[in-house]
């Protein structure tokens, strides 16, 4: 990590949301406006391979807690801290923070940290992670709920809450990349 006295000038815009909320999609909507995109879950797979683990969703939910166990509520913002250093771009996004302690470590070292929140009801969520069929996603109602319970229990609510931006992500993918680009405009206007 680089050690600097003064905060970087590099506009960061955080995507938080549950599980199927639409986080990846709104990422790559802002990424397909030529934005980098970094996600926290990203360390979280890179960290499971590294121990040879398969990503399932036990593993992954697993992982995520021995992770912070080990390293502090904040570590996948630490990891992340190099990799965004290392981009040379002024606007960066960053898909999947967890916990307030995640954009309050962010915020020690950036001056321009944007939080959005990207809200779906559960039942719109479970349906999505049903279609996704990604190897940590859920296969019950049963699973489903209980990876809600972790996520929320490590602090995205919180995330949430207190997000700068909320996007109602509840219809078609042109209904969210419409409503997502008009908080862009506002999130740059300001």
Do not use: C
């Not at 490590?154 to 209904?175: Q, R, T």
Request: aromatic fraction near 4%; charged fraction near 35%; charge should be positive.
């Amino acid at each position: 990590m680089i050690n600097r006295r003064i905060k970087s000038d590099k506009k960061l815009i955080v995507i938080a949301g549950m599980p199927g909320s639409g986080k990846a999609l709104s990422s790559q909507i802002l990424k397909s406006l030529g934005l980098p995109v970094l996600a926290f879950g990203d360390i979280v797979r890179d960290e499971a391979k590294k121990r040879g683990l398969k990503p399932t969703l036990k593993n992954m939910g697993m992982l995520m807690i021995k992770m912070r166990e080990e390293g502090g509520a904040a570590i996948m913002a630490k990891k992340l801290i190099p990799k965004i250093d290392k981009l040379n771009s002024s606007l960066i996004v960053l898909e999947g923070a967890r916990s307030i302690d995640e954009i309050n470590e962010l915020k020690k070292y950036y001056k321009n940290v944007i939080t959005i929140a990207i809200h779906s009801s559960p039942k719109t969520r479970y349906k999505r992670l049903l279609n996704r069929k990604r190897s940590d996603d859920p296969k019950s109602w049963k699973e489903f709920k209980e990876r809600d319970e972790r996520e929320l229990k490590v602090g995205l609510g919180h995330v949430i809450a207190l997000a700068d931006k909320m996007v109602i992500n509840e219809g078609s993918i042109e209904k969210l990349e419409k409503e997502l680009k008009r908080v862009f405009k506002e999130v740059m206007q300001n």
